[in-house]
C-alpha cells in the first residue's frame, strides 16, 4: 500500500522558536491531508487539516503547506511552547469506494521543546 | 458532549486466545475505523465500519474482523493472537459524507505474551 513519510524522527526546538516539520507522501491521488499531534498514552488529537485544491492554511500558532507538484505536507507551529512536546503524525486520505476513507499516516516526528 | 470513548483501556491476553475491543463513537457520528499502532510507529488502517457493513479494509489478515451496532458503536474482535498483534488500537468516528472530522479515542492497549 501507500504510505505517509515523515523526513525527521526527532526535532528539537527552543522554547519560543518556530517549529517545522516536514512530511512525503506518495499516494497522487490523496485529496486531504491532516496533522494530528498524539501525547504519551493518548489517542492522535486533530491539529489543522487542508484539502488538495488547497496550498495553505493557518490556524491558531499553526500553519500546514501542502506542495502537490512534490508531494510534500509541511506543518509550522510559531512560538512553540512546551505543551507543543508530543509526535507529530501527518496523514493522508485517497478517496475509496463507497465513501470510504480510511486514513494512512507516517511515522511521526516526535517535537521535543528545550527550554 | 462525549468523544470517542473505547475499553478496556489495557488489556494482557496469551498467544492464541481471541480479544475484543469496544468502541463508542462520537455523538453525532456514523463511522467508524479502526488503526493499529506499534510501538514508535503511525497507525495504520484495520477497516472501517458504516451502516453496520465493512466498507474498507487495510492490509490485516481474516484473524482481524469487526461489527457496527445499530447505535454505531463497534466492536474490533482478533483471534489467534500473536505476539506482533501488542499493539495500540485505535478508534476513530467521523460523520459520512463530510469527508472531515476524525476524531479518535485513546486507544486501547493490547499486550499478548
Known amino acids: 500500500g501507500e504510505s505517509v513519510g515523515l523526513h525527521l524522527p526527532t526535532l528539537s526546538v527552543q522554547e519560543g522558536d518556530n517549529s517545522i516539520i516536514n512530511c512525503a507522501y506518495s499516494?497522487?491521488?490523496?485529496?486531504?491531508f491532516i496533522w494530528y499531534k498524539q501525547e504519551s498514552g493518548k489517542g492522535p488529537q486533530f491539529i489543522i487539516d487542508i484539502r488538495s485544491n488547497m496550498d495553505k492554511r493557518q490556524g491558531q500558532r499553526v500553519t500546514v503547506l501542502l506542495n502537490k507538484t512534490v508531494k510534500h505536507l509541511s506543518l509550522q507551529i510559531a512560538a512553540t511552547q512546551p505543551g507543543d512536546s508530543a509526535v507529530y503524525f501527518c496523514?493522508?486520505?485517497?478517496?475509496?469506494?463507497?465513501?470510504?476513507?480510511?486514513?494512512?499516516f507516517g511515522k511521526g516526528t516526535h517535537l521535543i521543546i528545550q527550554p | 458532549d462525549a468523544g470517542v470513548t473505547q475499553s478496556p483501556t489495557h488489556l494482557i491476553k496469551t498467544r492464541g486466545q481471541q480479544v475484543t475491543l469496544r468502541c463508542s463513537p462520537k455523538s453525532g457520528h456514523d463511522t467508524v475505523s479502526w488503526y493499529q499502532q506499534a510501538l514508535g510507529q503511525g497507525p495504520q488502517f484495520i477497516f472501517q465500519?458504516?451502516?453496520?457493513?465493512?466498507?474498507q479494509r487495510g492490509n490485516f489478515p481474516d484473524r482481524f474482523s469487526g461489527h457496527q451496532f445499530p447505535n454505531y458503536s463497534s466492536e474490533l474482535n482478533v483471534n489467534a493472537l500473536l505476539l506482533g498483534d501488542s499493539a495500540l488500537y485505535l478508534c476513530?468516528?467521523?460523520?459520512?459524507?463530510?469527508?472531515?472530522?476524525?476524531?479518535f479515542g485513546s486507544g486501547t492497549r493490547l499486550t499478548v505474551v
Open positions: 499516494n497522487s491521488a490523496s485529496d486531504y
Open positions: 476513530a468516528s467521523s460523520l459520512a459524507g463530510t469527508g472531515y472530522g476524525y476524531t
Open positions: 496523514a493522508d486520505r485517497a478517496p475509496g469506494g463507497g465513501g470510504a476513507d480510511g486514513l494512512t
Open positions: 465500519y458504516y451502516e453496520e457493513e465493512e466498507r
